[in-house]
Nanobody, 122 residues
């Protein structure tokens, strides 16, 4: 599976962005998907994850209520809608795919996209 993330950019404090991650291959629907981020000088952290059915959603406490993860298996795409963005959300955002159950543990993901940069100005 190859993953291509897009949708990053520069946005003002309080603004919104929607990230997309499109996967190659016919088996996208069998993978649980996750979004992670890494800010400059910090370790990678979990943001959100979604089961292959879309029925189970998981969020980091720092984004709960502001971000929403969703997927469209017919389009091989997972989305991350980000609202009420804060400067602390500035990071390189990665999507990842796992054949295991969705988890906040990045080591359990098998495939990673290249990342898309989100910058939130104060």
């Amino acid at each position: 599976v190859q993953l291509q993330a897009s949708g990053g950019g520069l946005v003002q404090n309080g603004g919104s962005l929607r990230l997309s991650c499109t996967a190659s291959g016919r088996t996208f629907g069998s993978y649980d998907m996750g979004w992670f981020r890494q800010a400059p000088g910090k370790e990678r952290e979990f943001v959100a994850a979604i089961s292959w059915t879309g029925g189970n959603l998981y969020y980091a406490d720092s984004v709960k209520g502001r971000f929403a993860i969703s997927r469209d298996n017919a389009k091989n795409t997972v989305y991350l809608q980000m609202n009420s963005l804060k400067p602390d959300d500035t990071a390189l955002y990665y999507c990842a795919a796992t054949q295991r159950r969705a988890t906040s543990d990045g080591t359990r993901y098998d495939y990673w996209g290249q990342g898309t940069l989100v910058t939130v100005s104060s």
